[in-house]
């Protein structure tokens, strides 16, 4: 009776617009120039007040069938009692961009960005205002908060995120070292559940599905974890007076001219000058002209110190090796795989991540792109190279850029090879590697940003599972594909600190914090937030804070843990490193 009462209802009253702002357009990722243009509109319904977004006719689109792809990826009409917060970006001046907001949802989800092309931002504030209040952050002036009936919990949460004595009274000089032995017991849940999970972006794996996989891996972990009352486990920490960040540049990135500069005749390059030139990909990253040259040095496929000659002869030689392996997986009959279940189950993963992997890249589009081929082929015939570790899911992530850069499957091939001497311990079983760069993440944002780890405790979500896809592919779902070409070429320099990794995880989260305690957060809400930061972070600025962080840090290295000092191979731990392991022309694992 109640339905059909509110169906009536809803059949008699109409929708009244109160506002339609022309000229708002949604972007889809933050690299893109693409602007799709729309309307923005606030209107009152029946059932509650609603904003909404919808595409208009789009005149850059090449068909009507793109026109409406286009738009219906990004439409949406949400309750406003949904609206947890917004950003309200201004852009710099003399930039030419557009002020923007971007939608924050209670659960944690967040709305494409809107550019407002023709106008301000103004009258659509002013017409939100008149259903809901709100207040701009106290801690950042671009976030305005929906304030509800949960102010007072907010306030009191607040005070208790000023208290950061207490999580950095607990904090351990290397606290998690002996939970690695019995983390391996739950290995096969994390290779089998939680990875395909949050690598695998289907309707079937819903955002409560990932949730309910961290928190059977933070539980399975809490039961097996030793804990030591032994003298001296605890190195005591008070909230330490960190100096300003500097204030840092990007430079350009290194031309081919620059690049063959540090060369020497015999195409080796001077040793002399290498950590300057390590410095220069850090610092701007590689023309794309370059890439294909360089990488092979920054992978160790082609050592610095080997000339031309050396060079093409190794080549040649790898090459005949590649085509032995091929061989070797390609001559293996239907017959020989009934008895062969390693292999098959490889060879069945390969073939599914092969089929979903960079589809909406140009250089991977189409059913029957014979790039797809060679993708499927490098990875098979790693496979036989490495078939103890074999294949496990994100590798082709991993691959699919390298094969665009090098255009050559036995290129690709040992550049692969080169690039998982770096990440393999990512996929190995005991998964010991994933938990203890979560755990090394967790020690440095008590240090950068204490208030931000004291909520996240307090959320139980300090286990910083909601970073696990960071980590495991290096940022791959996060950023575009040319942005991430440029992401790692910059952490292949190894420069400045071997985790520099985990301090761009640092950065992202320092950049969020007052979105996360100002709306409130829980772990589900963290998750869908953190997820949905995907194709929206701008990779210069991340770097660039990452750096600031780094050198905010090293400013400091005489007050900061020991361990902390490590995972930064600064002070005492720089010089004791350098002195006691040989000097090398590569990184591996980074």
Known sequence: MDNDLDSMVRSIVPDKPVVSISGVAAKLEETS?????????????????????????????????????????????????????????????????????????????????????????????????????????NREANLVIVVDQKSEALAKSVSMLDENGDILSRFMQNPYMTAMTGFSKITSFVQDQVIPSVLNDTDAVTQEEKIRLMRELRLAEEQMRVHSDAAGEFEVVTQLDLPPRPEIYRELPVSKELWNSFKLPNGSYDPLKLHHLKMNVFRGGLNAELRKEAWKCLLGYRQWHETDAEFEKKRAELAKQYQNMKKQWMAITEDQEKRFSKFVKRKSLVEKDVARTDRTVPFFQGEDNVNLVHLHNVLMTYVMYNFDLGYVQGMSDFASPLLFVMKDEVDTFWCFVGLMEMTHKNFEKDQAFIKLQMNQLRDMVMIVNPKLANYLESEKSDDMYFCFRWVLVWFKREFSFLDTCKLWEVLWSGQPCPRFLLLICVAILDSQTNIIIDNQFGLTEILKHINDLSMHLKVDEILTAAEAIFHQLSASQNKLPTHICQYLNIGESAVSSNSSSPAKGDSKDL
């Open 33 to 137: 120039r693409e602007y799709i243009p729309g309307v923005l509109s606030i209107v009152e319904k029946s059932i509650g007040v609603f904003i909404e977004w919808r595409p208009s006719e789009d005149p850059d689109a090449s068909s009507p069938e793109e026109k409406r792809d286009r738009g219906a990826r990004v439409a949406f009409s949400m309750d406003v009692n949904d609206l947890s917060s917004f950003r309200n970006e201004e852009p710099k001046r003399g930039s030419g961009g557009f002020p923007s907001i971007r939608l924050i949802c209670r659960d944690g989800s967040s709305q494409v960005p809107l550019f407002f092309r023709n106008c301000s931002t103004g009258e659509f504030i002013d017409r939100l205002q008149g259903y809901i209040t709100l207040r701009r952050s």
